[in-house]
T-cell receptor
Framework: DAKTTQPNSMESNEEEPVHLPCNHS???????IHWYRQLPSQGPEYVIH???SNVNNRMASLAIAEDRKSSTLILHRATLRDAAVYYC??????????????FGAGTRLFVKA | NAGVTQTPKFRVLKTGQSMTLLCAQD?????MYWYRQDPGMGLRLIHY???????AKGEVPDGYNVSRLKKQNFLLGLESAAPSQTSVYFC?????????FGPGTRLTVL
C-alpha cells in the first residue's frame, strides 16, 4: 500500500494561513488523496479530497503537485477550532480496494491565539 | 439527522469477557466500517461492509467479528476480550468519497 509522510506537528498563529504538507512518492496513478482531521476526543472529520487538480471547498484548499508525489492542505485563516490532528490518506478506487483506508500518525496542528 | 451513533460510549471488560459494539447510521449509506485507534496513532481498519448482509476483513480483523443484518446497523463483536484490544473504536459510514465517523467507544480490557 502507498504510504504518506507528514510532519509530526506544526504550529500556526490564529487568522494566518496554514500549509500542511504531505509526501506520497509511491502514489499510484489511480490513488485519490484524502484529508481528514480529528479534533480532540472526537471521530475524524472529512476535509477534502482530489485526484490531480487542485480542489477548493468551504473548509480548505488542496494543492496537488504536478507529479502527484506530494500535496498540501491549505487552511486560509486558522482559527482555534482548527487545532487538530490532520491525516493525509491515499485511497485507491473502490473497485481496487478503496475501502481499505490507511491512516498514518498525521500532523498535530497547534494554533496560537 | 443523528448521523452515525455508537453504543456504548465507554466500557470496561475483564479478560475473556465478550461484548458487542453497536453502530447505527440514518443516512442510508451502503458502506460501513469499524476502526480502532490506539494512543498516539492513526486509525486502523478492522472490518468493513459494502452492503446489507456482506462483510469483509480490513487491516486488523483478528479477534473481532462483525454482522450487518440491517443496512443501518453494523455490529462489532469481541468473543473473548484481551488487554491488547484496549482501544478507542470508531464506526464510519459512507456513500461517496466522504466517510462520516461516529463519536467513538472507549474500551478498556483489564
Amino acid at each position: 500500500d502507498a504510504k504518506t509522510t507528514q510532519p509530526n506537528s506544526m504550529e500556526s498563529n490564529e487568522e494566518e494561513p496554514v500549509h500542511l504538507p504531505c509526501n506520497h512518492s509511491t502514489i499510484s496513478g489511480t490513488d485519490y488523496i484524502h484529508w481528514y482531521r480529528q479534533l480532540p476526543s472526537q471521530g475524524p472529520e472529512y476535509v477534502i479530497h482530489g485526484l490531480t487538480s487542485n480542489v477548493n471547498n468551504r473548509m480548505a484548499s488542496l494543492a496537488i503537485a504536478e507529479d502527484r508525489k506530494s500535496s498540501t492542505l491549505i487552511l486560509h485563516r486558522a482559527t482555534l477550532r482548527d487545532a487538530a490532528v490532520y491525516y493525509c490518506i491515499l485511497r485507491p478506487p473502490r473497485d481496487t480496494g478503496g475501502f481499505k483506508t490507511i491512516f498514518g500518525a498525521g500532523t498535530r496542528l497547534f494554533v496560537k491565539a | 439527522n443523528a448521523g452515525v451513533t455508537q453504543t456504548p460510549k465507554f466500557r470496561v471488560l475483564k479478560t475473556g469477557q465478550s461484548m458487542t459494539l453497536l453502530c447505527a447510521q440514518d443516512m442510508n449509506h451502503e458502506y460501513m466500517y469499524w476502526y480502532r485507534q490506539d494512543p498516539g496513532m492513526g486509525l486502523r481498519l478492522i472490518h468493513y461492509s459494502v452492503g446489507e448482509g456482506t462483510t469483509a476483513k480490513g487491516e486488523v480483523p483478528d479477534g473481532y467479528n462483525v454482522s450487518r443484518l440491517k443496512k443501518q446497523n453494523f455490529l462489532l463483536g469481541l468473543e473473548s476480550a484481551a488487554p491488547s484490544q484496549t482501544s478507542v473504536y470508531f464506526c464510519a459510514s459512507s456513500f461517496g468519497a466522504e466517510q462520516f465517523f461516529g463519536p467513538g467507544t472507549r474500551l478498556t480490557v483489564l
